[in-house]
């Protein structure tokens, strides 16, 4: 369930004093590999994140079946799943954090059922590539119900579905952030504000996507599909359409209501 916890007044003043927090993977000193290391994770038999801190950087996890947990990467690494892989975060926190420095791709993976303040399913403060992939099912507190970008993130042919905050409830983009959907689809979120996207300073680019049937419960003004509060959000052959109880903010150039 939606929990509103501000105002819309109050969350433009709230953006800049965020901190958003990575808990760091368990220290511990593991034997070198060698980069192109590849290691078969079957969930839930086997522990995701025990994989996850053993893996030498740039090495590969392929995922296979349902990870329950709260996952963590801060190293350099490629997670690609298998037959519908899901990490699963058991609504009980973030469902996969990524920690600054760190580059990770993500290929054909579902992350599903977070529930944390910012960033309930995915929370990148990092480098992250989501590849043919879907953030859904999670619940934020305050920013980012599906996902909270205050890194550099880009989506490729991945959805961002169904999910809930009082700000961005499908992806929130922090000031200095970067976000980038190519042929990916932001839809039915709901936010008290930017129910698709809220831009809060960063840079927001669209290319063939779609931002659709997002909800603003915040009232008029408050932009169903992308709220973008300062920075730049751009458009390319981009659809944002029935969203609730607009579309976006007037000022973005290629969006009408």
């Known amino acids: 369930m939606l929990k509103m916890r501000a105002t819309r007044a109050a969350w433009r003043l709230w953006a800049p004093a965020v901190t958003v927090a990575v808990t760091a993977a368990a220290a511990g000193v593991v034997s070198a590999a060698p980069a192109s290391a ?6 839930p038999a086997q522990n995701l994140q025990t994989a996850i801190d053993s893996a030498a950087s740039g090495s590969m996890i392929m995922v296979v079946g349902t990870c329950v947990g709260n996952f963590t990467v801060d190293k350099d690494l490629s997670l690609v799943g298998f037959d519908g892989a899901v990490l699963d975060g058991n609504a009980a926190g973030t469902t996969l954090s990524v920690g600054a420095g760190a580059h990770v791709q993500i290929t054909a993976v579902n992350i599903t059922n977070g529930s944390a303040d910012n960033g309930a399913g995915l929370l990148n403060n990092g480098t992250v590539t989501l590849n043919s992939s879907t953030v859904r099912d999670s619940n934020a507190n305050f920013y980012g119900g599906a996902v909270l970008n205050a890194g550099t993130m ?34 039915n979120n709901t936010a008290l504000s930017g129910g698709g996207v809220a831009n809060l300073g960063g840079t927001v680019l669209m290319n063939y996507s779609a931002v659709t049937l997002n909800t603003s419960v915040g009232g008029a003004d408050t932009d169903g599909g992308i709220n973008n509060s300062s920075g730049s959000v751009s458009l390319l052959a981009t659809a944002v359409t029935g969203n609730t109880p607009n579309n976006c903010t007037a000022a973005i150039a290629g969006c009408t209501d």
């Not at 590849?38 to 969930?43: H, Y």
């Not at 961002?160 to 992806?171: L, Y």
């Open 38 to 43: 590849q290691t078969i994770v079957n969930c």
């Open 154 to 187: 880009t989506l490729n042919a991945s959805t961002v579905h169904t999910s809930t905050a009082d700000v961005g409830g499908g992806i929130a983009n922090f000031s200095g952030a970067t976000l980038t959907l190519n042929a990916s689809t932001v839809r």
